[in-house]
Structure formats: C-alpha cells, structure tokens
C-alpha cells in the first residue's frame, strides 16, 4: 500500500494530500486532490543516494579505461542516473522557487492562489 503524504501541488499552488506513488527512476508521483493533476516531484532519497554513487563510480571506470588505451561506453543505469539527477536538480530547485513564492508573514495564509491569466 502506497504511503499518504502532504505535498504542495506546483499547479494549483495548494497543499495536498494524496497517496505516493513512484516513477520508474524513483521520483515522487501524486494526483493532486485540488486541481486533479498528476504531479511528479523529487527523487526518494534512497534513488538519489544510488544515482550519486553509480556517477562517480562509473567517472572512476571511466578513467581507468581510458588509462588502459580503451573507450568506455556507458549502461543504461549511468545514462539513466545522469538524466535523473539532472531532473532532480530541475525539481528540486522548481519546488523551492515555489516554497519562497508562497511563503508568507506570520498570521497571514501560507498559500495564496495562483494568479489569474488574462485569456
């Protein structure tokens, strides 16, 4: 059974509650109760963990085949460590930009709605 967990919805800018799911290379996935949207948030810690020891792991593979005259190609697993990483720095610096906009003084609500477009 999926773990329930609080998140702030980057669509909607309001707080949610939803069941966690999980993409295929571990980040976090909700369906936001508020505005229905599927939202896909950072790497679970121990996927990030994993990623930051198979890239340098991989650097150091790397290298000592080079030393030894050969061409490294890399697995799948770096290609994808490389593409979730990159996306969790992406998410990761989303999701606070989000935070500090809907930041708000003491007394006041913490979230505030999302602007209205002029359509």
Known sequence: MAKM???????CRMRSTA????????????????CGKSVTLDLRTGYRVLYWIVLPLFILVTLGMLTKGSMPTPGILV??????????FCVRSEMKKLRLQCAAPAGMPALAPPPETPQ
């Open 19 to 34: 069941e966690r799911q999980s993409t295929f290379l571990g980040f976090k996935k909700f369906l936001c109760s508020n």
């Open 79 to 88: 290609i994808a460590a490389i593409i979730a990483i990159i996306k969790d």
């Open 5 to 11: 967990e609080e998140f702030l919805c980057p669509n």
